[in-house]
């Protein structure tokens, strides 16, 4: 256990010291989500901030609190992406050589961010965040270079502490906070600072059940999965060790601490995108698949839900609205068999069903112009709601259209 407690008065000073760091991210009201759960939510847009997380307020709150020997001889940090961002930032600001550990399984869009920052990258040989965390802690000793851990640090949990802070100066009405759970930096932030102003807030912690060590402290157990220490998309949080001081706030203070699994997650990345017009990465989107999962009850409560980043790369962006349509039945390839004077009605039904044709070569949409050479086709069907494949199969049952369904989980 760590010999150095945090405080409220930390909270506030670090406030302070990391003002023009950052940005005070928009706590926006959450209409759809809000009207489904009969409660009042609201998103703290942390993906906003310059580095698109909040691990700038950490980071920056840690590395003012260095000495001139400190500052000359250079920082290191271990991070899946998001703490190393908010190094290289801060440190490239304030003139300090930074070098970041990543594990392998980091996002190349974190990667490239970290660099673009002008820290020095170096990539352990394992995707497991604590591998990468032990290698910065060896480089740190043989360089002479001042550790900069990504949770388990006073600095660094009093700068994400602030976020606390800010919700409840935003709407002061917030009585249940959602937070996500890696090493336990940013929920203890936001615990402490939180539960000072208004003791009876209600904390919720949310972890992905393939690293779930603070589920099991909390709630004295051992999730049984078969995915433990699975890489998921939530990579911001796979710690396989979170702080021990993290920890101990969490079991004094936090209220509840749930689970949810790699799926929920894509599907709250896929809702939070289609809804509200925000990207969020997997570890930012925990807070919402809890909810959407049924994971909390948030019923007549006004809630606060933390968007922590939106570092997700293209490619796994892509990937996960596709499985998550595919999962509620929205996306799927369909083989049709129909003679060409019979396109506009297939066409027709199609638009009435609420459902969108692609080619499934070309990706193109499908217009009364396609260009068709065989009496069978293969397309990709988007819906627009959960409940339009039922309507599609009658309409084209109707005008006798014959096809065929292929999932397309990709």
């Known amino acids: 256990m760590s010999n150095w407690i945090v405080t409220i008065k930390d909270i506030k000073e670090a406030q302070n010291k990391i003002k023009d760091f950052i940005v005070l991210s928009d706590l926006i009201y959450c209409y759809k989500l809000s009207k489904q759960c009969h409660a009042k939510i609201y998103i703290k847009l942390e993906n ?14 840690a590395l ?5 020997q400190q500052k000359k001889h250079g920082v290191i940090a271990a991070s899946a992406g998001n703490h190393a961002q908010g190094v290289a930032y801060a440190a490239s600001q304030m003139g300090i050589k930074a070098t970041i550990v990543m594990p392998s399984s980091a996002p190349l869009s974190k ?21 990468a965390n032990k290698l910065s802690q060896e480089l740190a000793k043989k360089n002479n270079f001042t550790l900069i851990p990504p949770y388990d640090n006073r600095y660094v949990i ?9 919700i409840l100066k935003q709407h002061p009405e917030i009585d249940t906070i959602i937070v996500q759970i890696g090493g336990g930096g940013l929920i203890s932030g936001i615990t402490i600072a939180a539960k000072s102003i208004k003791p009876d807030i209600r904390i919720i ?49 936090v209220d509840q601490v749930v689970t949810v699994t790699n799926e929920e997650v894509e599907d709250a990345i896929r809702y939070i995108a289609e809804v509200n017009k925000i990207i969020v990465e997997g570890a930012g989107a925990t807070g919402f698949a809890a909810i959407l999962a049924n994971k909390v009850n948030v019923a007549n409560r006004h809630v606060a839900v933390i968007a922590s980043g939106g570092n997700i790369d293209v490619d796994r962006f892509i990937q996960s609205i596709n499985r998550s349509l595919a999962f509620h039945q929205r996306r799927f390839f369909m083989t049709f068999n129909y003679r060409p004077q019979d396109l506009s009605k ?6 009435s069903a609420g459902a969108k044709a692609y080619d499934g070569i070309s990706e193109k949409l499908i217009t009364d112009q396609y260009p068709q050479t065989s009496d069978s086709v293969r397309w990709v069907i988007f819906l627009s709601k959960d409940s339009d494949q039922a309507t599609l199969f009658v309409k084209l ?11 397309c989980l990709a």
């Open 64 to 68: 003012m609190h260095l000495n001139k």
């Open 397 to 407: 049952k109707k005008i006798g259209i014959k096809y065929k369904i292929t999932n």
């Open 205 to 253: 912690g949310v972890q992905v059940e393939n690293f779930p060590a603070m589920y099991n402290n909390f709630n004295k157990t051992s999730l049984k999965t078969k995915r433990l220490y699975v890489p998921t998309i939530a990579d911001g949080i796979s710690v396989k060790q979170p702080s021990q001081y993290a920890a101990s706030i969490v079991k004094k203070y």
């Open 346 to 351: 297939l066409l027709s039904a199609l638009q």
């Open 48 to 61: 906003t901030q310059i580095v698109k997380s909040f691990k700038i307020r950490g980071a920056a709150n």
């Open 111 to 131: 990667i490239n961010a970290t660099t673009d920052f002008g820290a020095q990258v170096v990539l352990a040989p394992s995707p497991i965040f604590d591998d």
């Open 158 to 166: 009093a700068g994400q502490g602030t976020i606390g802070l800010e």
